[in-house]
């Protein structure tokens, strides 16, 4: 009863223009959007946020993490209240493409919009401790705090001071606040704890540490990191100078000494020692090992190699939106970092460091990326970049121009389209193109070249 409720859904003819169009059709939400009810209040009380928001939202949550679900969009935009919540829809885009970026969690902050991947059963009860504070205290906590500086803030004092401090909030919400708002994605609450919580049960949490591990920091580029997490976001923003931060082996002895890490410090010395050999010369494998030393620093955090930042099981929405926006450096770079199993190296080092065991939704995007692989090394009809979007996205539409304004979905559906169409096509042109024989190849399976 909490969350809206999909009537319909499927292809729809529009009279104006003539085209179609892929439809959702939601029951209509009663109430106001939450966001209308803050403007107008300020702020809610705290025995009506306890039992009237937070409670039934987080058996949402719950329902939808049974469910291997994530909403993505948990925000006063996206919620109605009447005689209670109503979460808005969630599947008209990607996980989080349009969530604002105080909702997401540090590591997700850092990626970008379309590489976010699917998340992790934190991520919604993550943004329900941020809209918790929102609803206390306003939207204008936030204002202030432009993405960049809020990043640089949650590294210097946590995420939980840094969304928190200053703000005399209710003790009742001081378990659920510091055990969601964890630094550590490993160390926030799942449902597990938050339902014992929801039901009144006070498990008087402690404060979280700040994530400063050093007392001496790392100093590059103007800006000083106090943590491993910290010093691979700066490297990220500032990928040019790695090579310079690394050349006198500096990183090596600060993270054997300062941070006391001997495991973090071998594997970035046999990193160095690879670039070190490798060179310059080919710059696609020297950006590889650029990678690694941020996955090694930050195994958490997004797969980055300037420009991409993103998660494995984001890749395919982040290949998309590179289409879309003719990004095609950016594309091209993309489509090299999966043809040469980069990913591989994320999974790795989760092993590693997180006793990882891959989620369904990185399951199914390696064995895509898997299957990508072996059509990539074909450039004749039926592959090339057409290939690529279609393997990321078996239920996109056939994006041909030829078809411009229908939502073909199915071989049936194109072949009965491109039938209706063949006495105009063959006065003018072939009734084919690239991106009808990438997307039947697709479809079939074809992993070889094709013949006419």
Same mark, same amino acid.
């Given at each position: ?18 085209? =179609? ?9 009663? %109430? ?117 500086? /809020? ?48 039901? %009144? ?11 400063? =591990? ?44 300062? /941070? ?119 450039? %004749? ?5 057409? *290939? ?16 411009? %304004? *229908? ?6 559906? /194109? ?24 997307? /039947? ?12």
């Amino acid at each position: 009863p909490n969350i809206i409720q999909l009537i319909a859904y499927g292809s729809v003819n529009l009279s104006q223009p003539d085209a =179609e169009r892929f439809v959702l059709v939601y029951e209509r939400p009663h %109430g106001q959007k939450l966001s209308e009810i803050l403007a107008n209040t300020g702020a809610l009380g705290e025995h009506f946020l306890a039992r009237n928001l937070v409670a039934p939202l987080a058996n949402v949550i719950g329902e939808l993490v049974a469910m291997d679900i994530t909403h993505g969009r948990i925000n006063p935009d996206n919620i109605y209240y009447q005689d209670g919540p109503v979460l808005g829809e969630c599947a008209s885009e990607p996980c989080g493409y349009s969530q604002h970026f105080y909702y997401e969690p540090l590591e997700r902050m850092q990626a970008h919009p379309a590489g976010k991947g699917n998340g992790s059963n934190t991520t919604d009860f993550y943004a329900l401790a941020v809209l918790l504070i929102e609803c206390m205290f306003g939207k204008q906590h936030f204002v202030n705090y432009p993405r960049d500086s /809020l990043i640089n803030r949650m590294f210097e004092e946590g995420t939980y001071y840094a969304l928190t401090k200053n703000l005399s909030h209710p003790e009742r919400f001081n378990d659920f606040l510091r055990g969601v708002l964890n630094h550590n994605p490993s160390d926030r609450w799942t449902w597990k704890y938050i339902k014992p919580w929801t039901d %009144g049960r006070r498990l008087h949490v402690l404060e979280p540490p700040t994530p400063i =591990e050093t007392s001496r920091p790392f100093e590059f580029k103007k800006k000083i990191a106090r943590s491993k997490r910290e010093l691979a976001h700066i490297f990220f923003e500032n990928w040019v100078g790695i090579p310079e931060a690394i050349s006198n082996n500096q990183i090596v002895q600060w993270t054997s000494i300062s /941070l006391r890490n001997k495991a973090l410090s071998e594997s970035l010395s046999r990193i160095i020692k690879t670039i070190n050999e490798l060179g310059t010369k080919n710059e696609l494998q020297f950006n590889e090992q650029l990678m690694n030393i941020l996955l090694a620093l930050d195994p958490a955090g997004p797969i980055r190699m300037s420009p991409l930042s993103m998660f494995i099981d984001g890749i395919e929405t982040l290949c998309t939106e590179y289409y879309f926006n003719k990004q095609e450096k950016e594309f091209n770079l993309l489509a090299r970092f999966i043809d040469m199993n980069m990913a591989s190296s994320w999974i790795s080092v989760q092993s590693i460091h997180n006793d990882y065991q891959p989620p369904e939704a990185i399951k199914d995007a390696n064995q895509k990326l898997d299957k990508l692989r072996i059509s990539m090394h074909y450039t %004749g009809i039926g592959f090339g970049i057409e *290939r690529i979007i279609y393997e990321l996205n078996p239920e996109m539409s056939c994006l041909s121009p030829i078809l411009e %304004g *229908r939502y073909i979905n199915t071989i049936p559906a /194109l072949l009965t389209r491109l039938d209706s169409m063949a006495g105009n096509l063959s006065r003018s042109a072939e009734p084919m193109d690239r991106h009808i024989f990438a997307y /039947l190849a697709a479809k079939l399976g074809i992993q070889h070249d094709i013949k006419l």
